[in-house]
């Protein structure tokens, strides 16, 4: 049962999983960086604008500070450490990171923010930051990673095609390797998420019913995934296979327990982002009401004197 094999470089001797223990702070250097700096950046953004008069939705920034602590949540506490051992613990860690995070960081629309907050090339200059994104945004690479039949495709292969061949135990054994599978997770959320959530500009731009039906070409499969779990006979993954003695718990459960997450966590995106969607849908229908209501009013409703005139030379007609 001696797990000193493993090459984290961790001390393995966890004492049995509790909440308050999974919540203590045990930061992951490159998460921890990562978030402090997406969160400067974004507050930078915010207060550019602000000192230049123009508004930003104090919804977005609270979305976005919300969707940035829970990668922090996930990945600079002792449940990244009991997500080395545990597998019900790692798949909470998938589930936040790939499905949870992605959508709160993009409800805080960050690529909205750095288009009117980057600074636009001087007159000698040609590209500046602002011109740089705008070009990334326009590349065909962009084009094909945010279509849909690259993203639906990638989300699904980065449960079965991971978890299910030697890839997922290769990559747990090494530091670097955990942390690039994490960063590969949310960056697959993200690409996966942001043609359905449409709030910031991209180059795939789907209507709204087909966004409703991308969201849910994903969802079975991941459902059946943690079906896939539930029901397996004996430890599937070689990583969780002999838990630490002083963990007290089963590879078998807890893969069952990882599979019941995984399952259940299939249906918590489908709910945020129907109703972002929903609430999307209802304001740009609004705005078009406003807008017809805007122009009838600048018209002087010119249709109903075209109708009433077209009325009346009917009666001349008629005489």
């Known amino acids: 049962m001696d797990h000193s094999g493993h090459g984290s470089g961790m001390d393995m001797d966890l004492p049995p999983f509790t909440l308050g223990r999974g919540l203590e702070f045990s930061p992951d250097l490159f998460f921890l960086v990562g978030c402090v700096l997406a969160l400067a950046l974004y507050g930078w953004g915010v207060v550019r604008l602000r000192r230049?008069?123009?508004?930003?939705?104090?919804?977005?920034?609270?979305?976005?500070?919300?969707?940035?602590?829970?990668?922090a949540l996930v990945m600079c506490t002792k449940?990244?450490?009991y997500g080395m051992v545990m597998f019900s613990v790692h798949m909470v860690q998938h589930m936040v990171i790939s499905m949870l995070s992605p959508i709160l960081l993009l409800l805080g629309a960050p690529v909205t923010l750095a288009l009117r907050a980057l600074p636009v090339a001087g007159r000698g200059n040609r590209k500046g930051p602002r011109e740089v994104l705008l070009m990334l945004l326009h590349s065909r690479y962009m084009k094909?990673?945010?279509?849909?039949?690259?993203?639906?495709?990638?989300?699904?292969?980065?449960?079965y095609a991971l978890y299910f061949t030697p890839?997922?135990?290769?990559?747990?054994?090494?530091?670097p390797g955990h942390l690039g599978m994490m960063v590969?997770?949310?960056?697959?959320g993200l690409v996966f998420f942001w043609p359905i959530m449409g709030i910031d500009p991209g180059p795939h731009r789907p209507g709204y019913v087909m966004r409703m039906l991308e969201l849910f070409a994903g969802m079975p499969f991941h459902a059946f995934f943690g079906i896939a779990l539930m029901m397996a006979s004996q430890p599937?993954?070689?990583?969780?296979?002999?838990?630490p003695a002083s963990l007290g718990i089963d590879a078998l459960s807890d893969q069952h327990a990882a599979g019941g997450i995984a399952w259940a966590f299939?249906?918590?995106?489908?709910?945020?982002?129907?109703?972002?969607?929903?609430?999307?849908?209802?304001?740009?229908?609004?705005?078009?009401?406003r807008r017809a209501d805007r122009a009838a009013d600048r018209d002087g409703d010119?249709?109903?004197?075209?109708?009433?005139?077209?009325l009346a030379s009917l009666q001349a007609r008629g005489r």
């Open 52 to 71: 230049r008069g123009d508004g930003w939705p104090a919804g977005r920034t609270v979305f976005f500070v919300i969707g940035v602590l829970s990668v």
């Open 79 to 81: 449940l990244n450490d």
């Open 144 to 159: 094909i990673v945010t279509h849909p039949a690259f993203t639906i495709p990638l989300f699904i292969a980065s449960l």
């Open 167 to 175: 890839a997922f135990d290769f990559l747990m054994g090494s530091k």
């Open 184 to 188: 590969h997770f949310l960056a697959v």
């Open 236 to 243: 599937m993954i070689g990583t969780y296979a002999n838990p």
């Open 266 to 289: 299939s249906e918590i995106p489908s709910v945020l982002v129907l109703i972002a969607l929903v609430f999307q849908w209802y304001r740009s229908e609004q705005r078009v009401a």
């Open 302 to 310: 010119k249709e109903l004197e075209a109708y009433n005139a077209y």
